[in-house]
Each structure stands twice: as C-alpha cells, then as structure tokens.
Nanobody, 122 residues
C-alpha cells in the first residue's frame, strides 16, 4: 500500500500561483501513475491532471490546460501540481491519488491523500 499526504494549499489572489506537493510513503512512487483531483463546494470530485509512472506522459482537464503543470520526482517520492493564473473557480479541496495507470474517473483510484484546501479570492 501507499500513503499519500498533500501540502501546499492556501489562500491566494486571483492571478496568483501555488504549488501543491504530494508525498508518498509505504511503496515506491514509481510503481504508480499519479493524478490530482479536486472537489469544489457542492460539486463532484473532478480530474485535474495525471502523470504516468516515468513522468513522460501527462494529461490535463481542459479547464486547467495551459495554467497547471503536473510533475513528479520519483527519487523524492513526490508529485507536484504547479498552478498559475489561478481563478476563483479553481477554489476546491485538491487531492492526489495513485493507480497503476492514469484514469479519468475517481472511482478507479485505490489510494488517496487527505486533501489540501486551495482558496482563490477574486
């Protein structure tokens, strides 16, 4: 099993940037594809970005393409989400998740972190 812990959330003004981190323990991170999801108040959890085991392949939700970048450092057992040009609609709890491959559906992930709150003020 792998344990995931997110960090880096906070309050930021619209147009600002934040970098989220997801640290893994228990298993080698390179055994998993990783993804970031988010849940805004009153909404379902949605896919934000995913990255393959080696880091060579990535994919993004249309709503964040060009603004967010997912990356990973397998030597540090950490995955990152660099968020720029933040908008109020990016306000949500952000979760990292692990699975054998990148899936777009949350119910296909076995391992989740506890989430970190990102609030973007307009």
């Amino acid at each position: 099993q792998v344990q995931l812990v997110e960090s880096g959330g906070g309050l930021v003004q619209a147009g600002g940037s934040l970098r989220l981190s997801c640290s893994a323990s228990g298993r080698t991170l390179s055994d998993y594809a990783m993804a970031w999801f988010r849940r805004a108040p009153g909404k379902e959890r949605e896919f934000v970005a995913g990255i393959g085991r080696s880091g060579r392949s990535t994919n993004y939700a249309d709503s964040v393409k060009g603004r967010f970048t997912i990356s990973r450092d397998n030597a540090k057992n950490t995955v990152y989400l660099q968020m720029t040009s933040l908008k109020s609609e990016d306000t949500a709890v952000y979760y990292c998740a692990a699975a054998p491959v990148v899936f777009l559906r949350a119910d296909q992930y076995n391992y989740w972190g506890q989430g970190t709150q990102v609030t973007v003020s307009s």
